[in-house]
């Protein structure tokens, strides 16, 4: 079952814009993760937002997490090409102690 | 690698033959996963097993089986009854505890492809 939706599916910008991609989640959550992942790879953890927390920086990313909305953002400044790759958010299913992904986001930098 | 293998790359099935998909880890964790990626889709659960000798089943568990004989393998039959095995799968592991609340590590995938 999909618990996060991301929006928008597909996103292009210039280098050196903003991207910035939501997720919408259903159910109530303990935390929220973003992943990346190239084309044709594996899955990489870019941050992780606890429930308790309204925002989060990592170097150019920067998390906000809206419990009340059900709904997290992922804005990424500054963009530069090799940020070109599929964006996912992922939320605990703790019944069975795993994630539960979303659709993605399809990042775009054009150089 | 992350402490996660996955091999092969590329693997190419029959119609009516088995294949299975190798997943070792060397970080002595207990929780390892198994996802289904499809083009353009996210990822879909199809087993995970958070002890040695114990696994369950994900969302779309049915075509497919796992054991977990050893702490650091978890491999992934795809059956013949999984009429629609092409996708990219991968494997994961995570550190988390009894509560999870932590990140997954993954494996560099496998495209499993029908001749």
């Known amino acids: 079952s999909q618990q996060g939706e991301e929006d928008p599916q597909a996103l292009s910008i210039q280098e050196g814009e903003n991207a910035t991609m939501n997720c919408s989640y259903k159910t109530s959550i303990n935390n929220l993760q973003w992943y990346r992942q190239n084309s044709g790879r594996g899955l990489v953890h870019l941050i992780l937002i606890r429930s308790n927390e309204r925002e989060k920086h990592s170097g150019r990313l920067r998390v906000t997490l809206d419990t009340s909305k059900k709904s997290s953002s992922l804005l990424i400044t500054a963009s530069r090409a090799a940020d070109t790759a599929s964006y996912f958010c992922a939320t605990p299913d703790t019944g069975r102690r795993a994630l539960t992904f979303g659709s993605g986001t399809r990042l775009q930098v054009q150089p | 690698d992350g402490g996660i293998t996955q091999s092969p790359k590329y693997l190419f099935r029959k119609e009516g033959q088995n294949v299975t998909l190798s997943c070792e880890q060397n970080l002595n964790h207990d929780a390892m996963y198994w996802y289904r990626q499809d083009p353009g889709q996210g990822l879909r659960l199809i087993y995970y097993?958070?002890?040695?000798?114990?696994?369950q089943k994900g969302d779309i568990a049915e075509g497919y089986s796992v054991s977990r004989e050893k702490k650091e393998s978890f491999p992934l039959t795809v059956t013949s009854a999984q009429k629609n095995p092409t996708a990219f799968y991968l494997c994961a592991y995570s550190t988390g505890g009894i509560y999870f609340n932590e990140k997954l590590f993954f494996g560099s995938g496998t495209q499993l492809s029908v001749l």
């Open positions: 097993s958070h002890i040695v000798n114990d696994f």
